[in-house]
């Protein structure tokens, strides 16, 4: 049996191990790829930035910097 503290270790070498032929599974299953299939994944992908929250024009950083100063205060 595995030790505790050994798991985090095995778990990164399983995957190590596993990359190449994922990364083979990967490759085959875009050669299989249909140019509609392409396309409509595309199109998902460009669909998902009407779900995201608007886009702030600040970094938050003053905002941040305000609520600091308040709290010097």
Same mark, same amino acid.
């Given at each position: 049996?595995?030790? +505790? ?7 990164? $070498? *399983?995957?190590?191990?596993? =990359? +190449?032929?994922?990364? $083979?599974?990967?490759? *085959? $299953? ?5 140019? !509609? =299939?392409? %396309?409509?994944?595309? =199109?998902? /992908? %460009?669909?998902?930035? @009407?779900? /995201? +929250? +608007? @886009?702030? $024009?600040?970094? &938050? /950083?003053? =905002? !941040? !910097? @305000?609520?600091?100063?308040? &709290?010097?205060?």
């Amino acid at each position: 049996m595995t030790e +505790p503290r050994d798991v985090p270790a095995a778990v990164v $070498e *399983q995957w190590r191990r596993a =990359e +190449p032929a994922l990364a $083979e599974v990967r490759r *085959q $299953e875009l050669r299989r790829l249909t140019d !509609q =299939e392409a %396309l409509a994944a595309a =199109e998902a /992908l %460009l669909d998902l930035e @009407r779900h /995201l +929250p +608007p @886009r702030r $024009e600040g970094s &938050g /950083l003053v =905002e !941040q !910097q @305000r609520i600091f100063a308040r &709290g010097r205060r």
